[in-house]
């Protein structure tokens, strides 16, 4: 294991020096630091983390908690998730630890206790629904945490993007093409991201003097057995829908897959636009006929989430770090124009 000794020995300098460069101590001049660190880095050197802690009074670990689930498909996507943020945070010198409940366990419960317990130093909350109880917890305790994704009821440090335009460009787009009977698959609408989604559908067809059909609007966990049996019942309506928007590209690839089951032709019979958060199990290029849709990808919530909350645990004061993300759009080459249905009707 590499010491503080080797490194001294690496840069002809003291233990002493050596140990207040990598502390970041301001009498340690800029050009000495770099240079301590890139040996540091070089040689492999790791800090002692018992020792860092009766140092700092702090742990350098932060946390995820989540209830358990038995659905094979959800625990995949979490997989995702856990292993881009840990990847993030471990990347700037912090650990890592999720921790999993029982399916239906009380997580602020749990959250509360991790905290109190005295070895966290701070949280991340994924999925937040209005009046999220995590919270309020977590801020009732004065313990550091982020957000992915937004309350509008609490005020909070998060990193999210743009869900109301992640509706509103996907359906405007659709209907430019002359579409009408639009679906939507979209999340659990106990979640704000899902609700602004439907607001950004909904604002879109208002812009053009249309209103949504409600029966072509479904809430569903987003996962592609989900995605599927959705499409499929959609597909089977007396007059089913000419496009769908899917939530993300797990419910596209079960869209996907209903289409195929039903001979339905994409884009011939069928337009299909996604957002993509990027994936690694599914990927938008690897559909066919290639998915178009919104794109912001996780990779990039969890930089950002993973530097801010680091920054949040580093100060005395719990700064509001807000951060909305870019979001882009590709049409791709699975929809088409099709002749505008003057039958529909128009207005709120």
């Known amino acids: ?30 050009a000495t630091r770099e240079r301590v660190q890139l040996a540091a880095t070089r040689l492999g050197y790791r800090p002692n983390a018992i020792a860092r802690s009766l140092k700092t009074g702090r742990s350098g670990i932060v946390a995820m908690i989540v209830a358990g689930s038995r659905d094979p498909d959800s625990n995949a996507h979490l997989f995702e998730i856990v292993m881009g943020l840990s990847a993030e945070i471990s990347a700037l010198g912090l650990q890592f630890v999720l921790h999993v409940g029982q399916p239906g366990a009380d997580v602020v ?68 093409l002359g579409h009408r009977r639009i679906a939507f698959l979209n999340g659990p609408l106990s979640e704000f991201f899902a609700i602004q989604r439907q607001r950004g559908v909904d604002a879109a067809f208002a812009a053009h003097g249309l209103s949504v059909d409600p029966a072509l609007m479904r809430s569903i966990t987003m996962i592609e057995p989900q995605g599927r049996s959705a499409a499929r019942d959609l597909l089977q309506l007396d007059n089913p829908p000419t496009a769908i928007i899917a939530g993300n590209t797990m419910i596209a690839r079960g869209v996907y897959h209903a289409a195929a089951d039903a001979g339905v032709s994409i884009p011939g019979d069928l337009s299909v636009l996604a957002h993509d958060d990027g994936l690694e199990l599914f990927p938008a290029a690897g559909f066919e006929p290639p998915l178009g849709g919104t794109s912001a990808h996780l990779s990039a919530a969890w930089i950002s989430l993973s530097a801010d909350l680091k920054q949040i645990i580093a100060a005395s004061k719990t700064p509001m770090h807000n951060r909305i993300l870019d979001l882009t759009f590709d049409k791709g080459s699975a929809t088409q124009s099709i002749l505008v249905d003057r039958s529909m009707p128009v207005g709120p």
């Open 1 to 30: 294991m590499v010491t503080l000794k080797d490194i001294s020995r690496d840069v002809g300098l003291s233990i002493t020096q050596v140990s207040r460069a990598l502390g970041g101590h301001t009498d340690v001049n800029a």
């Open 109 to 176: 419960k749990l959250h509360t206790e991790l905290y109190r317990s005295g070895g966290i130093d701070g949280f991340v909350i994924i999925g937040p629904s209005p009046a999220d109880p995590r919270i309020k917890c977590l801020t009732d305790l004065g313990a550091p945490f982020i957000v992915h994704g937004r309350d509008p009821e609490q005020p909070h440090p998060f990193v999210d993007i743009d869900n109301f335009d992640v509706g509103r460009t996907m359906a405007d787009h659709l209907l430019s």
